[in-house]
Nanobody, 123 residues
Framework: QVQLVESGGGLVQAGGSLRLSCAAS????????MGWFRQAPGKEREFVAA????????AYADSVKGRFTISRANFKNTVYLQMNSLEPEDTAVYYC????????????????WGQGTQVTVSS
């Protein structure tokens, strides 16, 4: 079992930045790829970004490419999401997820999920 706890969400004006963190605990030795997903009110949960265990492979949703950066510090069992040039459309609950797969961006492949952190971008 892997437990994930997100932090760093909040209210920010359009054009601003936030950095989300996700700390993993428990059976972290089995974690490989990690990812961020988000769910806006009335919408389906969607993929945002993913990163391989080594950090050498990353992927982003088209809507956040060039604005968001995912990174990880394995010695701290932590993954980050740096979000710049935020837009009102980025408003959502952001979830951290972990998987035993070496690489995937499919949400059903992620077996561990955090409780989410709210990000609200005002116009």
């Amino acid at each position: 079992q892997v437990q994930l706890v997100e932090s760093g969400g909040g209210l920010v004006q359009a054009g601003g930045s936030l950095r989300l963190s996700c700390a993993a605990s428990g059976r972290t030795f089995s974690v490989r790829a990690m990812g961020w997903f988000r769910q806006a009110p009335g919408k389906e949960r969607e993929f945002v970004a993913a990163i391989s265990y080594s950090g050498g492979t990353t992927a982003y949703a088209d809507s956040v490419k060039g604005r968001f950066t995912i990174s990880r510090a394995n010695f701290k069992n932590t993954v980050y999401l740096q979000m710049n040039s935020l837009e009102p459309e980025d408003t959502a609950v952001y979830y951290c997820a972990a998987t035993y797969f070496e690489w995937t961006t499919t949400d059903s492949d992620f077996g561990s999920w955090g409780q989410g952190t709210q990000v609200t971008v005002s116009s």
